[in-house]
């Protein structure tokens, strides 16, 4: 009985063993075939993200990530436009090709396509974002009433993708103008006790994307009907935060923050106020389509 117990212990181990020597082939040979599907990835997109503005925040950070990660040389980021990376970003949708482009949320393209972020292990494009409204020096003396409303004003999210994608219909004032009459309770919130004004110059200065289109045309319909004559301007995020501290403008609803536009914010930050965020849960990082097997930036192999 011994000698069979032995046998039959010696026979399993050499079973397990031989299992386990089956199993690990299978699994080299299946991360074999994951690297060579990256690698194919790769080659399909010439080594290339589609990217944005040159001046935008998002392209520097992107710039950053294609030399932090070591798994990215060899890769190119495309810049060019947001109207640009959209419509790319699309044509390959509506032809399930893969494409990884630098993305935002809030945006509505995450509420028109089936979108996914790459995991960021090194966290080069930042964590969660917030956006944030900052004022000139003296705006609460000046102008007490738009301050009081710039300071109150804060929103969701889903606010600001409501007003994106009902502007691939209409005009930005409509769809803001729209979404305020939809939600006259955060208006009611906003105005509380807020004095009208009678033509009061007031000139606001924002970053030239949809997201700021959105918080910025709906602060400035929020303000013309409290009687402030409002001007409205896009700019780059460097010259936006220049025309604040220096008071060549009012008022922003536009910093990303803390990493976005964290260096022009700590260029400035002595010389403007900062009202805190509008908008928190923000997120920036490079983007592909839900049916792309590829979960994280990591998974990208270099150029040969």
């Not at 396509?113 to 930042?126: A, Q, V």
């Not at 709906?218 to 935060?241: H, N, R, S, Y």
Request: proline residues 4%.
């Amino acid at each position: 009985m011994v000698k069979l117990k032995s046998i039959g212990i010696t026979l399993g181990l050499s079973f397990a063993v031989l299992l386990t020597g089956c199993g690990n082939e299978e699994d080299a040979q299946d991360n074999g075939n994951a690297d060579e599907d990256t690698a194919n990835l790769g080659e399909e997109l010439n080594y290339t993200i589609t990217g944005i503005e040159p001046g935008a925040g998002t392209t520097e950070l992107a710039r950053n990530t294609l030399e932090e990660y070591e798994n990215l040389e060899g890769w190119e980021l495309q810049e060019g436009s947001t109207a640009g990376m959209l419509t790319t970003l699309g044509e390959a949708i509506d032809n399930e090709e893969p494409i990884i482009v630098t993305g935002w949320t809030p945006h509505w393209m995450f509420a028109s396509y089936d979108l996914k972020y790459l995991e960021d292990p090194k966290e080069t494009f930042g964590g969660a974002e917030n956006i944030n409204t900052i004022a000139r020096l003296g705006l609460e003396e000046d102008m007490p009433s738009a301050y009081k409303i710039l300071d109150r004003f804060q929103w969701e999210p889903e606010d600001m993708e409501e007003v994106m994608l009902n502007a691939q219909d209409v005009s930005f004032e409509e769809a803001a103008q729209n979404w305020l009459e939809d939600n006259q309770d955060k208006v009611d919130e906003w105005t509380e006790g807020v004095e009208k004004v009678d033509g009061k110059q007031i000139e606001l200065v924002s970053t030239p994307w949809d997201t700021e289109r959105s918080s910025g045309t709906v602060m400035k319909i929020l303000l013309e009907q409290q009687g402030f004559d409002v001007t409205l301007t896009p700019v780059d995020p460097a010259i936006m935060f220049q025309a604040v501290a220096n008071a060549e403008a009012d008022a922003s609803l536009a910093p990303w923050l803390p990493i976005t536009h964290g260096s022009f914010y700590e260029k400035h930050k002595d010389n403007i106020i900062d009202l805190g965020e509008n908008l928190t849960g923000a997120k920036i990082g490079m983007v592909v389509p839900e049916y792309m097997d590829i979960d994280s930036i990591e998974d990208l192999q270099p150029k040969e």
